[in-house]
């Protein structure tokens, strides 16, 4: 299982990114999806996620400005980055929550996804 995200770059402040994620596993086996980032000045973080019901979950940071879709047609989640902000320069990554036990019962918000992107750089300059 394979997930290979693309769309980073660099940009302006108040600039716009889409970021994709290309899955090899049909997106609507999964029971949650989702885009996380790390930096050098933080540990990985929880951006946003999408679970089976499409009940879409973001991190107060990005409210208002990201927004994630999944479409099972091609396999593929999506990170819709408006207004961006210096602080959101990270390395950007996708991540699938396909093992049940450890989604449902692992209180680790990011042990609960097991399959991981290699990522993508974003850089918000001012």
């Known amino acids: 299982v394979q997930l290979a995200e693309s769309g980073g770059g660099s940009v302006q402040f108040g600039g716009s990114l889409r970021l994709t994620c290309t899955a090899s596993?049909?997106?609507?086996?999964?029971?949650?999806m989702g885009w996380f980032r790390e930096s050098s000045s933080k540990e990985r973080e929880m951006v946003a996620t999408?679970?089976?019901?499409?009940?879409?979950t973001y991190a107060d940071s990005v409210k208002g400005r990201f927004t994630i879709s999944q479409d099972d047609v091609k396999n593929a989640l999506y990170l819709d980055m408006n207004d961006l902000e210096p602080e959101d320069t990270a390395m950007y990554y996708c991540?699938?929550?396909?093992?049940?036990?450890?989604?449902?019962?692992?209180?680790?918000?990011?042990?609960?996804?097991?399959?991981w992107g290699q990522g993508t750089q974003v850089t918000v300059s001012s």
């Open positions: 596993l049909p997106t609507y086996s999964t029971y949650s």
């Open positions: 991540a699938a929550a396909t093992d049940k036990s450890t989604y449902f019962y692992d209180n680790n918000p990011l042990r609960r996804y097991n399959v």
């Open positions: 999408i679970d089976s019901l499409r009940t879409k």
